[in-house]
């Protein structure tokens, strides 16, 4: 029976051990009013209710709030309770059409901060929108929307044959070596007019100003593929 189980050292009596699992709380899936990302809405609420065993269809329209309730609320009532006609439903009125879809696709990089895996996912739902892809076109669309640098090492070595997770493996290696040169900020500092620092990611130089043992030297830094750094003393004039 669910919730139960045979208690270890029970002597092989299989003795029924009731286990406590706590209530699903249909509020932790978000609401969803038509606003946000219908497909990675539906996504995490199939996810969260397979976790805890509990039917979709029947949490589903809980959390539906203003037009996309509206939606739901007046498909017939023969196809309202049918979990694939409301996910239908829900991606036909707030999901891109398979145009806004491969446009968006086009012009989608690796945003800033964004891991490989976040990138990628945005890319497998964009080709969902458009009907599907094979994974060896969402591959190349992904290493070409990587920055310049970082394209060149993960194409290197590829051949002709290529598995989508090996070049997601690729790009999260050489993402992970630019880390570091990523995050550099030329010297951050506060002054009388407001604060000194840069507002983006380095795609290719880093420079810094750096004191050592009393001298002052001004540090260049290639974010890739290198990571040559060179210093140079500043004299004063």
């Known amino acids: 029976m669910p919730g139960e189980s045979s208690e270890p050292g029970d002597g092989g ?9 706590p209530a699903f709380d249909a509020r932790t899936i978000p ?6 990302n219908v497909v990675e ?12 065993a509990v039917s979709l269809m029947a949490v589903l329209p809980t959390r539906l709030r203003g037009g996309a309730f509206a939606v739901w609320s007046r498909m017939p009532p023969e196809t309202r309770h049918h ?30 901060g964004e891991t490989a895996d976040v990138y990628l996912a945005a890319l497998q739902q964009l080709a969902e929108l458009m009907g599907g892809l094979p994974e060896r076109a969402i591959a190349i669309v992904f290493v070409n929307g ?44 506060r002054w009388k ?3 000194l620092e840069v507002d983006r990611t380095w795609e290719r130089l880093a420079m810094d100003v750096t004191h050592f043992r009393g001298k002052t030297y001004l540090t260049v830094i290639d974010c890739g593929p290198s990571w040559y750094a060179m210093w140079r003393e500043i004299r004063g004039s």
């Open 193 to 195: 007019h407001g604060t």
């Open 31 to 36: 609401e969803f009013d038509g606003t946000g």
């Open 83 to 112: 979990l694939s006609s409301v996910k239908a439903k829900l991606l036909r009125a707030f999901a891109m059409d398979p145009f806004t879809a491969q446009a968006e696709m086009t012009r989608r990089h690796l945003r800033p």
């Open 146 to 189: 990587l920055p310049e640098t970082v394209q060149a090492s993960v194409r290197d070595g590829l051949g002709e044959s290529f598995t989508l997770e090996y070049v997601l493996d690729r790009a999260r290696a050489v993402l992970s070596r630019a880390t570091v040169c990523a995050s550099i900020d030329p010297a951050p500092s």
């Open 41 to 52: 809405w539906l996504e995490q609420a199939a996810l969260l209710c397979e976790l805890r």
């Open 13 to 21: 009596t299989g003795r029924a051990v009731m286990e406590a699992t």
